[in-house]
């Protein structure tokens, strides 16, 4: 599981379309996959360089319309629509649909991994043998250890293709995956990420009484 040959395959095998709308998040961390979307490709928009010493007593401190801490790096905005998702019912089920709904929770709860840090619960629902989630992980850990962060992703997910069945229980959908632009907070720096569109394979398998995701591959050459 989890290499690019199989993915392609399962990609080929199957027909029938359903085009669904979700929100997703991550496309920051598939650099651990394939390359695009870690925030090299943006544009810095402010830098706190020139910040000297951090925010003073009973100070507060701006740069570039963000406010600046006590060390000096500048603080994640809040985003009140940014809440902890809940698993749905339906994505409890071992069925197709529940596959499908499975999906969308991991992409929000991935989201919201994104925005807040924590990926524990992401961990919980990621396959020991998917790249994909390792890579979201270690990608969301590395940016906050150095203080960084992240704000304003959005993405929109159809369903290309799917579902796409495989002999060993794994349930694929080939998917267009459009990115909003947003911002990221990276040594130091504020990088604007421009929207882009990926096409990717989701695969998802039901194990020990849950569903997991074993594989999110970029399938566009």
């Known amino acids: 599981m989890g290499n690019e040959v199989g993915v392609r395959v399962l990609a080929r095998r199957g027909a029938g379309s359903l085009v669904v709308a979700c929100v997703v998040v991550g496309l920051l961390g598939l650099v651990a996959c394939q390359g695009p ?4 490709s943006g544009d810095s928009v402010g830098s706190v360089d020139s910040v000297a010493g951090g925010v003073q007593s009973g100070e507060v401190q701006m740069s570039g ?51 807040t840090g924590d990926t524990e619960k992401l961990e919980a629902v990621s396959g020991n043998s998917c ?21 304003g ?31 990221l907070f990276k040594r130091r720096s504020i990088f604007e990420i421009p929207s882009r569109e990926y096409e990717m394979e989701f695969q998802t398998k039901w194990l020990s009484g849950n569903w997991a995701l074993t594989a999110g591959i970029l399938t566009e050459e």
Not at 37 to 40: F, I, T, V
Not at 138 to 144: Q, S
């Open 37 to 40: 979307g870690d925030g090299q």
């Open 65 to 115: 319309g963000y406010v600046v801490g006590p060390n000096g790096y500048l603080l994640q905005p809040d985003d009140p629509d940014m809440v902890e998702p809940v698993l749905p019912a339906i994505a409890k089920d071992p069925s197709v649909e529940g596959a499908e709904a499975f999906i969308h929770y991991y992409l929000d709860l991935e989201a919201y991994s994104w925005y």
């Open 131 to 151: 790249k994909f989630c390792k890579g979201r992980v270690e990608a969301i850990r590395g940016l906050y250890a150095k203080g960084g962060w992240e704000h």
């Open 153 to 183: 992703l959005s993405n929109s997910l159809t369903v290309l293709r799917g579902p796409i069945l495989a002999d060993d229980g794994r349930v694929a959908f080939l998917c267009t995956l459009s990115v909003s632009p947003h911002f």
